[in-house]
């Protein structure tokens, strides 16, 4: 148990709806990052916050937000959904302080466009 | 920008075999390496990390080292069990300022031992 909570774990939608995935970062974690899981893509980081402020962005599309919250969990919104976003959604987090730059990985969360 | 090289496999191997996943990275300045590994149906879990040049790491049998003249991370076991099937994913951080370590991950490696 790496201490990361994502929910729900699964998720079952159509196409054009909006969907909410939630993240908890390990305790005293100030760094949360999420990536998507997909069979042609690999894995690709779309978008870290630190501290509640948004980092860095990586592949992520303009259909996606996230956001972290003072508490630090963090959601990540993908609305307008395509057939293409199914995929699985991890979140990942990091003390976010210098040297130390391991990540520790959610169980993820399904999601599949129907 | 930074890349991340893995034979993709899959490998398939007997139970006691030694195990060899090649990875070679792209990156400027001495980003940290990491192996994780995947279990079906299950998140990543971090399996051991170097973050300087001929760091090894090591975890439950598993070792690799950082070269950095090769710019390679190659994951070793002397001896496989089943309970090793999973998928092994090469990642590196890179050696930013600040806080953004985002983690650039190669293909993954299916690898199935067989008793």
């Known amino acids: 148990d790496s201490g990361v909570t994502q929910t729900p774990k699964h998720l079952i939608t159509a196409t054009g709806q909006r969907v909410t995935l939630r993240c908890s970062p390990r305790?005293?974690?100030?760094?949360v990052y999420w990536y998507q899981q997909s069979l042609d893509q690999g894995l690709q980081f779309l978008i870290q916050y630190y501290n509640g402020e948004e980092r860095a962005k990586g592949n992520i599309l303009e259909r996606f937000s996230a956001q972290q919250f003072p508490d630090l969990h963090s959601e990540l919104n993908l609305s307008s959904l395509e057939l293409g976003d199914s995929a699985l959604y991890f979140c990942a987090s990091s003390p976010g302080t210098s040297g130390t730059r391991e990540q520790y990985f959610g169980p993820g969360t399904r999601l599949t466009v129907t | 920008g930074n890349s991340v090289t893995q034979m993709e496999g899959p490998v398939t191997l007997s139970e006691e075999a030694f195990l060899t996943i090649n990875c070679t990275y792209t990156a400027t300045g001495y980003p940290s390496l990491f192996w994780y590994v995947q279990y079906p149906g299950e998140g990543l879990q971090l399996l051991l990390k170097?973050?300087?040049?001929?760091d090894k790491g090591s975890n439950k049998g598993f070792e690799a080292t950082y070269r950095k003249e090769t710019t390679s991370f190659h994951l070793e076991k002397g001896s496989v069990q089943v309970s090793d099937s999973a998928v092994y994913f090469c990642a590196l951080s890179p050696n930013s300022g600040g806080s953004n370590y985002k983690l650039t991950f190669g293909k993954g490696t299916l690898l199935t031992v067989n008793p």
């Open positions: 170097a973050t300087k040049a001929d």
């Open positions: 305790s005293g974690d100030l760094s």
